[in-house]
């Protein structure tokens, strides 16, 4: 009954390499986010779809490319990957309204380029 | 600029002595105040949120935190921290744009 959940939770890859990390909601929210961690514990937000629509596309490499095929799911897959990808990456979800509304987060997903 | 400052980057506390962890905001219009909780290699957490009402708000896991518009802050507080409160602290801004404005955090270490 989770109700943010990211696979994997772990992922270690070599440079160059393609990958993707999946989420998944079934709180019913419209809203979902992608953050990334790095080791300073410092969150930045990527990116943000509504109803599947992107919202929010913070200045990110084009290497990083989200998709949410519905409102329950948004996935990330990055290509090409750099060493200095490597961080933790969190999904998030909040129900839009007139305010701004909770944001529940998944658990992360630690990625290690080498 | 809209912005969180979280002052102390990291803060040690022996155990059952008091709390309070520092956040100020920068932000036009009324803001919707957070603050989550990240225990190591967890994700985060809602402890408390402010939108509006009584300034003083209440909790999970025994927090509270007061906003103070004159002063810009929003102040976390338990009265007796556990070794289980060692953790990461975000506080954050809500914006209109359903984007969140994040402090850097604030790392709690709890002293036997």
């Known amino acids: 009954d989770t109700a943010v959940s990211q696979t994997p939770k772990y992922l270690v890859t070599q440079m160059g390499n393609d990958k993707s990390i999946k989420c998944e909601q079934n709180l019913g929210h419209d809203t979902m986010y992608w953050y990334k961690q790095d080791s300073k514990k410092f969150l930045k937000i990527m990116f943000s779809?509504?109803?599947?629509?992107?919202?929010i596309n913070e200045t990110v490499p084009n290497r990083f490319s989200p998709k949410s095929p519905d409102k329950a799911h948004l996935n990330l897959h990055i290509n090409s990957l750099e060493l200095g990808d490597s961080a933790v990456y969190f999904c998030a979800s909040s129900l839009t309204g007139q305010r701004q509304e909770t944001q529940y987060f998944g658990p992360g997903t630690r990625l290690l380029v080498l | 600029a809209q912005s969180v400052t979280q002052p102390d980057i990291h803060i040690t506390v022996s155990e059952g002595a008091s709390l309070e962890l520092r956040c100020n905001y920068s932000y036009g219009a009324t803001p919707y105040l957070f603050w989550y909780v990240q225990s190591p290699g967890q994700g985060l957490q809602l402890l408390l949120k402010?939108?509006?009402?009584d300034t003083l708000v209440q909790g999970i896991k025994g927090f509270e935190a007061e906003f103070k518009r004159s002063q810009s802050s929003f102040n976390l507080r338990k009265p007796s921290v556990h070794w289980s409160d060692a953790a990461e602290y975000f506080c954050?801004?809500?914006?209109?744009?359903?984007?969140?404005?994040w402090g850097a955090g604030t790392k709690l270490i709890i002293k036997p």
């Open positions: 954050a801004v809500g914006r209109s744009n359903y984007q969140l404005i």
């Open positions: 779809y509504n109803n599947k629509e992107l919202i």
């Open positions: 402010y939108f509006s009402g």
